[in-house]
Nanobody, 127 residues
Framework: QVQLAESGGGLVQAGGSLRLSCAASGRTFSRYDMGWFRQAPGKEREFVAAISRSGGGIYDADSVKGRFTISRDNAKNMVYLQMNSLKPEDTAVYYC????????????????????WGQGTQVTVSS
């Protein structure tokens, strides 16, 4: 089992940057593939980015490609989401998620494959 805690959200102007962090508990972090999702008010949870347990596989949503970068540090049990060139439409609660299932194809985009979720961190981008 793994527990997740996000941090780093806040209020930023359009064009600005934020770095989200996700701290994972437990000694088996390297056995989990990780994802970031977001949910805006009145909308469904949306895939943002995913990274394989080794860090060798990285997947991004088209809406954030070229602007957001996911990374992980298995030695520190951490996952990061560097967000640049932020837009008002990026405003949402951002969630970190973990799955023991190996991500492949496009299964990484489906929230249902992730077994563990953090509480979320609010990101607000003003225009």
């Amino acid at each position: 089992q793994v527990q997740l805690a996000e941090s780093g959200g806040g209020l930023v102007q359009a064009g600005g940057s934020l770095r989200l962090s996700c701290a994972a508990s437990g000694r088996t972090f390297s056995r989990y593939d990780m994802g970031w999702f977001r949910q805006a008010p009145g909308k469904e949870r949306e895939f943002v980015a995913a990274i394989s347990r080794s860090g060798g596989g990285i997947y991004d949503a088209d809406s954030v490609k070229g602007r957001f970068t996911i990374s992980r540090d298995n030695a520190k049990n951490m996952v990061y989401l560097q967000m640049n060139s932020l837009k008002p439409e990026d405003t949402a609660v951002y969630y970190c998620a973990a799955t023991p299932t190996i991500i492949y194809g496009n299964n990484y985009a489906f929230p249902t494959i992730y077994d563990y979720w953090g509480q979320g961190t609010q990101v607000t981008v003003s225009s």
